[in-house]
């Protein structure tokens, strides 16, 4: 499939890896112009410099901005260089947002629990070795990628001596989750909108389910849902579509800085229908979809891309 409208654009926040950057190589070998924008040190440019030439392949017009897209400023040289690059007839039929800049603190003091001591006891005792070596076994095991370790492997790592306050909860809610609705009236305010346009943000089940360290990350996706609603409603007669996707659980660097993320990717390939995690890939291709001219009347909603695994006990 290819889209027939060459003016197209999608703009990308957050593009360089994961989600963000998987669209963009979805939707440029599908025909559509891309603006990604991201923040990334001069030392992992060059990598990225390689993700981006497979985009530059593809014959589409392509923006690459590495800006601090949570600035005015950052979001004042996005503005005034897409509009150029774009030039009188393109138009934003894509605003993506795939920001992963928050704080993964605990809220409160982490008492680990002794269960997983019991059991190396017993199983070590069954087979006549040592709590330890079998200790050691598990881990190797589990680091190996075998999921099913995960009951009797060490307990994540996290951080108890620096817990979430105020001001990092409140910098992450903005940052992943009403961020959204400023880039949104921003872009719609410099007409850059398309006549049918697609705005999409990206959540996970932690925004139901408590997971340790999450808990900031949590508030910002469900004030993100919130916002998406809202402009569902009220960009609605502009011509403006608003959905949140939640994507399965996937190994993205964003999902690597989660306290216990290793434990996370075990049991959610022992949970998935699928058996295995979702990729970047599996989303990118519905956010594609999302961008059709069939998908418009979808506006307002959280569609789940996780192969089942939110349904599966």
């Known amino acids: 499939m290819e889209f027939k409208n060459k003016d197209y654009w999608a703009l990308i926040l957050g593009g360089s890896s994961g989600f963000g950057l998987a669209t963009a190589k979805k939707l440029s070998s599908m025909g559509m112009n891309v603006c990604v924008v991201h923040r990334d040190r001069k030392g992992s440019m060059a990598k990225i410099e390689e993700e981006f030439n497979d985009i530059k392949k593809t014959g589409v017009k392509f923006l690459p901005l590495n800006t601090n897209a949570l600035t005015p400023e950052g979001r004042e040289e996005v503005m005034n260089k897409l509009k150029e690059a774009m030039g009188s007839q393109g138009r934003v039929r894509l605003v993506l947002h795939s920001i992963a800049f928050g704080n993964l603190k605990l809220i409160a003091p982490l008492n680990e629990k002794k269960g997983i001591d019991k059991a190396r006891e017993a199983l070590a005792a069954k087979l006549g070795i040592s709590k330890d070596d079998l200790a050691k076994a598990v881990n190797e095991l589990f680091e190996q990628g075998i999921p099913e370790m995960f009951t009797v492997a060490d307990y994540p790592p996290y951080q108890s001596d620096m817990l979430a306050e105020d001001e990092d909860v409140a910098n992450t809610i903005y940052s992943m989750g009403t961020n959204l609705l400023t880039w949104v009236q921003d872009v719609f305010t ?51 579509r608003s959905n949140i996707i939640q994507a399965g659980v996937t190994d993205t660097p964003a999902l690597r800085l989660i306290p216990g993320s290793t434990h996370m990717r075990a049991t959610t390939v022992l949970r998935n229908p699928m058996g295995r995690l979702t990729e970047t890939s599996d989303v990118a291709a519905f956010i594609a979809l999302m961008c059709t001219d069939e998908a418009g009347w979808v506006n307002g909603d959280i569609i789940r891309v996780d192969g089942g695994e939110h349904i599966s006990g």
């Open 190 to 240: 410099r007409k850059l909108f398309a006549a049918d346009a697609r705005v999409i943000g990206l959540t996970s089940e932690g925004n139901t389910i408590a997971w340790r360290g999450y808990a900031a990350v949590s508030a910002a996706k469900v004030a993100m849902e919130a916002v998406s609603r809202s402009i569902a409603v009220e960009f609605a007669p502009h011509g403006i």
